[in-house]
């Protein structure tokens, strides 16, 4: 008679909410932040609001803010480039709430600086004015030493 052995139960691995995806490894999501803030920083803002999606979807819940608040700004100012008044003060507005509670620094980037620049362009549109986008830019707060390879 044949032996028959039982297999071992398939791992089970838990639901995620809807619009969450499995964590990312610490150098993709390194390297996906850091693609966000370039794209941000050449004012391609629909390309890091993309590169940061994926960051907020995967992002464990206390970072959650924090990514969705970059994206939101990056919308807000998608919107002040398109000369849409309302959605950029709406879209800033919501994005500086969620990014204050990080500040000063917060992810090896000057939050501060990124939020003064953008409440200054908020108060702009509050009073009725459509500003001259002068790009804020994010600023890391230590500089990232790079192999260039000049001494060989």
Do not use: C
């Not at 370039?38 to 206390?62: C, G, I, K, M, V």
Request: glycine share 8%; net charge positive; proline share 7%.
């Amino acid at each position: 008679m044949a032996k028959t052995t039982a297999k071992a139960p398939t791992p089970i691995e838990p639901e995620l909410p809807r619009g969450r995806t499995a964590p990312l490894g610490d150098a993709e999501a390194d390297a996906l932040f850091r693609e966000g803030v370039a794209l941000f920083n050449a004012s391609r803002y629909w390309h890091a609001h993309e590169s940061w999606e994926t960051l907020w979807r995967a992002a464990p819940d206390q970072q959650r803010d924090f990514y969705q608040g970059l994206i939101q700004v990056a919308a807000g100012l998608l919107h002040l480039q398109r000369r849409n008044a309302r959605g950029a003060r709406n879209k800033l507005a919501e994005g500086l709430a969620k990014l204050r509670p990080y500040e000063p620094a917060h992810r090896g980037i000057f939050l501060s600086e990124l939020i003064g620049r953008s409440e200054l362009i908020v108060g702009a549109l509050e009073q009725g004015r459509l500003p001259y986008l002068v790009p804020p830019v994010i600023r890391f707060t230590e500089a990232r030493v790079v192999d260039t390879d000049f001494d060989r």
